[in-house]
């Protein structure tokens, strides 16, 4: 399984906003850190401020911040809300036409590694991300120190 780029901005997104230390960084600023697309950049930060994880203002001061504080972003609420195909395999999507998926037992097991993944990354929040040594180590790597 492989996260999309969608939800990997999405994830480096709030970790900026999270270690920006109150600050209100512009989308632009966020892309050239990252040296990602400003266009693409803008699309995960509007799908995030529509689901509420950042707030986004426009004009002279405007800018982004975290819609919710870090310690209330559940990083596998934010992996199912970005992501939209969780199916490991075809028998666990929509529309299985595999001729093994009444006798097999893969899509149990998928179903049982996926629900272990969510396990796991539902016991972090987005201030376990940032926070301790590695918040030092992020502000530097970001040029925000």
Do not use: W
């Not at 990252?34 to 995960?44: A, G, T």
């Not at 999507?93 to 001729?99: E, F, I, L, R, T």
Request: glycine share 6%.
């Amino acid at each position: 399984m492989r996260l999309t780029t969608f939800t990997d901005y999405s994830l480096r997104v709030l970790i900026y906003l999270a270690v920006s230390e109150g600050g209100q960084p512009t989308i632009r600023e966020i892309a050239q850190r990252y040296d990602i697309s400003r266009n693409h950049l803008m699309k995960v930060v509007q799908e995030l401020s529509q689901k509420g994880y950042l707030i986004a203002s426009r004009g002279k001061h405007g800018g982004l911040r975290l819609g919710l504080p870090a310690t209330e972003i559940k990083i596998g609420m934010l992996v199912r809300d970005m992501e939209n195909d969780f199916a490991l395999a075809e028998c666990l999507g929509d529309n299985s036409y595999c001729v093994l998926t009444p006798a097999c037992k893969l899509r149990s097991v998928f179903t049982e590694a996926l629900d272990a993944f969510f396990v796991a990354l539902d016991a972090y929040t987005l201030e376990d991300i940032v926070s301790g040594r590695k918040r030092a180590k992020l502000l530097k790597i970001l040029s925000l120190a």
